[in-house]
């Protein structure tokens, strides 16, 4: 099992710099620099100004270089600009140049410089997935027990009025990607035309002060999409339960259906999902950009976006590696869970 | 001219008539789901001709009633879309006006269904389909947008007003306003409203479907390509191949789909030339697994072969050619008499590909690995069948029903993606109709106006429905042999 974990390890760290220098290649090839150039300097800069501007902040050094150099691996740049100014890497604001350290990259903990915000990459980052954190707790709690509960009466009795209900709801459910059940809702709840005016449209006020008010809707567009998925894969772990020998044991030595639900077949039944709970994390990932971005929740969704639609390299380069560092880990979580769950698998 | 009201002189009969037979039904439900706390269960009893007997009581008759109250409610809704067809022009309402636009679609609907129930029992799969009524539900509201793409796309029928025009004055209008003198399309009215540049939604959000049932499918395809020319040698002979393949698979699975699409889409991307390189590598799966796919069905042939892989090749190798070719990118050396049509929206295409392959990828090689123990995969390679024939030939065919599924779904899933795209607003203009572009349009102005945003929102909803509730039939008859 140890060594298991240690291999599943080694893996994300090899995904981890594969995504992280794809990103970086992507976002440092040639057009996306000038466009930054442009967005700091002014748009009307000549090509030459353009390469003076990217020569003197270390731009055009060769990829590995760079990439070494935000990773932490390399010295970081110290370079005498055409103007004459020296300008260092790893020297912030006013530092010395002398004093600065040799290495500043992400395994020095130094997240970069966002270059649309003008503050720390990490502090935007910390605070940003703070306010997601607590948007993903709300979604956390709504979404899991009410598609277990769906699930399970769904697959209790296979092929009944209540299974057929259930499992139309969960499909609808999933056929409703969050910008068209976000602009449903805030059509029929946040605007005065059905007169059922009960929500707030914007979320914005709940990112210091949330209440049932302004961050419901949000709350429930993301857990909507992902509720149903989570509910067929427990309806169907527990449809394949419900007609095991043991179950059929059960009944036949007269337990109460309830009892047979609750006690035999339930803790059988919900290995299936944690997997599939755990696996659901990336997705509801992309649900939390659309939302945050529809409900003006400025989260790490949003960060995303700004970051992306910007070229705000380090910050875009934060936030991918906090996304795909969350993916994996659940990855691995979920993998591991599965082991403990289910004693019928045993990984040496 | 007046506006028009939402229903019209149709709506003094059927509103109420649809109110009434709906509360009924609520009111048996209700009742219904109460007595049954307390009844017996069901049980089948036989009589002695063997006919089933009904279920007496307080209960059966209501199960009786509802039966008939629930064709109540259907047949009022199927008068809401009939009894237009016949009323003059303005008194049915928009919703009457709409069902009036959309008089071919009706007809074609029918036709099909007509003749698929006719002859189910010879149709396989398909007609197997029409025996589940979850997927025959899905089937109508696939089929609906397939007919309406192909009215618009092919006919120019539909459509009211061209989805372009701007008419001063009629700048976020309520549904059913009154078009001014010189601008009236097909009809004098703006059927769902104006949008916030003054266009018409009805006509955008029906030649929006154009662009979905156009690049979906064809993506979809695409990415099936990919996977299943990957996946089956994977799985086949797994070793270091396979290790280094599912590696990349993974590695493209855990980027964030927005972020991807944000690092792919822009345009300084493409001015780079990475889309064009991608179409270039990834477009060329449909030409290796098609050549593969004659190569060894015809292997022991070589006459036979050669005179149906040539032609294949020059007319594939042609298209392949004028897909990847556009001018004014990086790959731009066919002559302009060659290129036989240029891809707009090739990026997105090329994107929704990228993202969708990996996952068919792993299905595939899933279901390969599970299949290449089975005994007729044993039996072929004692006849000494070659590697190819075996994946094509023997574990494809054997693993279709699954994929016929996953096709369904990742159709509507790929409906989502290039709904995701538009609502960033990356890779298509913004005067694009397709639905994506249209709700992002719409719910800036949300809280103000609803009608801009909600008819693309519900008609991509009912499409993603129909393709899952389609997929969901097609599993469960699928699953009947």
């Known amino acids: 099992m140890g060594l298991f974990i240690l291999r599943r390890i080694g893996i994300m760290i090899l995904t981890a710099l594969c995504l992280t220098f794809i990103v970086f290649w992507l976002t440092n090839l040639f057009p996306n620099l000038e466009k930054l150039a442009k967005t700091q300097g002014n748009f009307r800069m000549s090509d030459e100004a353009v390469l003076t501007y990217l020569g003197n902040n270390g731009y055009l050094q060769p990829l590995p270089v760079k990439y070494g150099q935000w990773l932490g691996v390399l010295p970081g740049y110290v370079i005498e600009g055409s103007d004459g100014q020296i300008r260092a890497r790893c020297a912030s604001g006013n530092e010395d140049i002398a004093d600065a350290p040799t290495f500043c990259g992400i395994l020095q903990g130094n997240w970069g410089y966002s270059t649309v915000f003008r503050e720390d990459a990490g502090s935007i980052i910390a605070t940003r997935l703070g306010l997601t954190g607590k948007l993903m707790f709300w979604v956390m709690l709504l979404m899991v027990p009410g598609a277990l509960i769906i699930g399970v009466l769904a697959g209790m009795n296979e092929g009944s009025r209540t299974d057929r209900s259930l499992s139309t709801v969960s499909i609808l459910s999933t056929a409703t990607p969050e910008y068209v059940s976000g602009v449903v809702f805030i059509s029929v709840f946040a605007t005065a035309t059905f007169g059922m005016q009960w929500f707030k449209g914007t979320a914005t006020a709940a990112m210091d002060d949330a209440n049932f008010e302004n961050f419901f809707l949000p709350v429930l567009t993301i857990a909507l999409y992902g509720m149903g998925y989570i509910a067929r894969m427990t309806r169907a772990s527990m449809t394949e339960v419900m007609t095991a020998q043991y179950i059929r044991t059960a009944r036949l030595k007269g337990v109460a259906f309830s009892q047979i639900v609750l006690r035999h077949a339930l803790r059988n039944a919900l290995i299936a999902p944690f997997t599939v709970i755990m696996l659901q994390f990336p997705f509801l990932l992309n649900g939390v950009v659309i939302v945050e971005t529809l409900f003006n929740y400025k989260g790490f969704g949003w960060t995303l976006v700004q970051a992306a639609s910007n070229n705000d390299i380090e910050l875009l380069l934060g936030v991918s590696i906090v996304s795909v560092f969350v993916v994996l880990t659940t990855q691995l979580i979920s993998d591991i869970g599965y082991v403990f769950l289910n004693p019928r698998i045993r990984i040496a | ?481």
């Open chain 2, 1 to 481: 001219m007046e506006p028009l009201t939402w229903t019209g002189n149709l709506g003094s009969v059927l509103n109420p008539a649809l109110a009434i037979s709906a509360a009924l039904c609520a009111i048996v439900l209700v009742v219904q789901t109460v007595l049954r706390l307390s009844s017996a269960p069901v049980t089948l009893q036989a009589n002695p001709d063997g006919t089933l007997q009904a279920r007496g009581g307080v209960l059966g008759t209501l199960e009786v009633t509802m039966a008939y109250l629930f064709w109540a409610v259907v047949a009022v809704l199927f008068a809401y879309i009939i009894v237009p067809l016949v009323m003059p022009y303005g008194s049915a309402g928009i919703l009457g006006e709409i069902t009036r636009r959309l008089t071919p679609v009706w007809i074609a609907l029918v036709v099909t269904f007509v003749v698929s129930i006719r002859f189910k029992r010879r149709l396989g799969l398909y007609g197997k389909l029409f025996d589940s009524t979850v997927g025959m539900i899905g089937f109508a509201l696939v089929m609906f947008w397939v007919y309406v793409a192909a009215f618009v796309g092919l006919f120019d029928m539909i459509v009211t007003h061209d989805y372009l025009r701007q008419v001063s004055g009629l700048k976020n209008a309520l549904p059913g306003v009154v078009a001014p003198d010189g601008t009236e399309g097909a009809i004098p009215h703006y059927l769902l409203g104006g949008d916030n540049l003054a266009r018409d939604i009805f006509s955008r959000v029906m030649v929006g479907s154009v662009f979905v049932i156009a690049i979906a499918p064809l993506a979809t395809i695409f990415a099936f390509m990919v996977g299943i020319t990957l996946g089956l040698p994977a799985g086949y002979y797994g070793g270091r191949f396979d290790t280094a393949l599912s590696f990349a698979a993974n590695l493209i699975l855990a980027f964030p789909v927005i972020l991807l699409f944000y690092l792919l889409v822009t345009p300084e991307i493409v001015q780079t030339g990475i889309p064009s390189y991608m179409a270039a590598f990834l477009f060329a799966f449909p030409l290796i697994f098609i050549s593969v796919l004659i190569n060894t069905r015809y292997y022991t042939q070589p006459a036979k072969r050669t005179a149906i892989l040539a032609p294949v090749l020059v007319v594939l190798g042609w298209l392949y050619l004028s897909a990847i070719n556009e001018s004014g990118t990086v790959i731009d050396f066919l002559p302009a008499w060659m290129d036989l049509f240029d891809i707009t929206v090739l990026v997105v295409f090329v994107s929704v590909v990228f993202v969708n392959a990996p996952t068919v990828f792993r299905i595939v090689r899933g279901l390969t690995l599970d299949l290449r123990t089975r005994d007729y995969v044993a039996a072929a390679q004692t006849r000494g069948e070659g590697a190819w024939y075996i994946m094509l030939w023997e574990i494809l065919p054997n693993a279709r029903g699954p994929l016929i599924v996953d096709f369904c779904l990742r159709i509507g899933y790929t409906t989502i993606l290039l709904g995701t795209l538009g609502f960033f607003g990356l890779g298509l203009s913004s005067e694009s109709p397709d639905w994506g572009t249209t709700i992002n349009e719409g719910r800036k102005l949300l809280l103000i106006f609803i009608h801009p945003a909600l008819p693309p929102a519900m008609a991509l909803l009912s499409l993603v429905l129909g393709l899952n509730l389609l997929a969901d039939g097609l599993r469960e008859e699928s699953l009947k042999d």
